[in-house]
């Protein structure tokens, strides 16, 4: 939600919908890294949000990032009702701080050497695929 580099103080608010229909949990997980697969970035909170069974695309709660100017964040999430479709209760408030179970400047320098040196490799996987294509189709 927040992209790297991003000046602090912000915040930044996103809607979380219903990925199918009868829906009625899903999964918060708020991370920390620069990699594209989420897996390989550092899980800073997890938050299992039920719910009643709504379609696919409902919106089902709104999640607002806060980071101050002390580079601490605060994560809310406010559950909206189906039928209403207003805010109906605060799911959670998390406060992360700088000072305990976050990477380092060294962890992420090196987290985004390795995550632009993947995205070059799959850049250059992706030309080499086209080019190859582009070789059998002027043999046929």
Not at 7 to 23: H, L, M, S
Not at 45 to 69: H, Q, W
Not at 92 to 101: A, L, P, R, Y
Request: hydrophobic letters at 35%; proline letters at 4%; aromatic letters at 4%.
């Amino acid at each position: 939600v927040i992209p790297r580099n991003t000046t602090i103080p912000c915040r930044k608010t996103a809607d979380i919908t219903a990925p199918y229909d009868g829906c009625y949990s899903s999964d918060i997980v708020i991370i920390e890294g620069s990699y594209a697969a989420a897996d390989k970035n550092s899980v800073l909170k997890k938050m299992t949000l039920s719910f009643e069974p709504v379609g696919r695309g409902e919106k089902i709660a709104t999640i607002e990032i806060d980071i101050d100017a002390n580079g601490i964040t605060s994560v809310t999430v406010d559950m909206v009702d189906p039928y209403t479709r207003k805010k109906s209760h605060r799911a959670g408030v998390w406060t992360i701080s700088n000072d305990k179970g976050r990477l380092t400047k060294e962890e992420i320098d090196q987290m985004v050497r390795e995550s632009w040196r993947e995205t070059k490799l799959s850049e250059s996987g992706v030309r080499l695929r086209g080019l190859s294509l582009n070789a059998t189709e002027k043999d046929v």
